[in-house]
């Protein structure tokens, strides 16, 4: 099973998927592709695997990646193979996507495997001052940049099996291993 986490950049994903896979045997998650730099904090092939931009272009070409977007000006993708892998193998993989990724996913991959979707809401205000307070702390530009995606972001909870306003970050670790559970 995939289970996709979706939500504005900062509605915290990334922090609820790490927790979920701790307490959760047999969760895994698998790193996008991307070209942008590395930030503080990351950790080649586990945060992201890190390619430059023609690399990028050429897995496109050679048809490695289930879906790729363009998100704050850097390619991101997910990985066929290693996704393949870890599915075949009988894990559950839970993997935080943007919600242009989400859509693509759920068309290319709910024929051949089950997938759920999961949004993760905060307020607008909230999620300015969690942006501000990152480690990586981007800059006002990228903050705005962030904020601007907002409703359009929003705009899809529509899509998504689950919506989980994400103000308890304990509930919605629970929330998130009661709809793996259930499967």
Same mark, same amino acid.
Request: aromatic share 6%; no cysteine.
């Given at each position: ?7 504005v ?9 790490? %927790?979920?896979?701790?307490r959760?045997?047999n969760v ?16 080649? &092939? =586990?945060?992201?695997?890190f390619?430059?931009? %023609? ?14 977007d363009?998100?704050?000006?850097h /390619? ?6 290693i996704?393949?892998d870890?599915?075949?193998s ?5 993997k935080?996507?943007?919600? &242009? ?14 997938v ?15 942006l ?7 800059? =006002?530009?990228?903050? %705005? ?8 972001e =929003?705009?899809?909870?529509?899509? /998504?099996? /689950?919506?989980?306003n &994400?103000? &308890?970050? =304990?509930?919605?670790?629970?929330q998130i291993? %009661?709809?793996i559970?259930?499967?």
């Amino acid at each position: 099973m995939l289970v996709i986490l979706s939500g504005v950049a900062g509605a915290g994903k990334d922090t609820i998927k790490r %927790e979920v896979i701790k307490r959760m045997e047999n969760v895994e998650s698998i790193p996008s592709i991307t070209d942008r730099p590395m930030r503080p904090g990351d950790i080649p &092939n =586990e945060t992201y695997i890190f390619v430059d931009n %023609e690399k990028f272009k050429e897995m496109i070409e050679n048809n490695e990646l289930y879906e790729f977007d363009i998100h704050h000006n850097h /390619y991101y993708g997910v990985p066929r193979k290693i996704l393949n892998d870890k599915i075949n193998s009988g894990k559950t993989v839970i993997k935080d996507v943007d919600v &242009n990724g989400t859509e693509n996913l759920v068309k290319i991959l709910k024929e051949d495997m089950k997938v759920v979707t999961i949004f993760l809401r905060v307020s607008k205000e909230e999620l300015r001052k969690r942006l501000e307070n990152r480690v990586d702390k981007p800059d =006002e530009k990228e903050i %705005e940049l962030r904020l601007s995606r907002f409703e359009f972001e =929003e705009s899809k909870i529509g899509n /998504y099996d /689950y919506v989980i306003n &994400n103000t &308890n970050q =304990e509930e919605t670790i629970k929330q998130i291993m %009661e709809i793996i559970e259930k499967g």
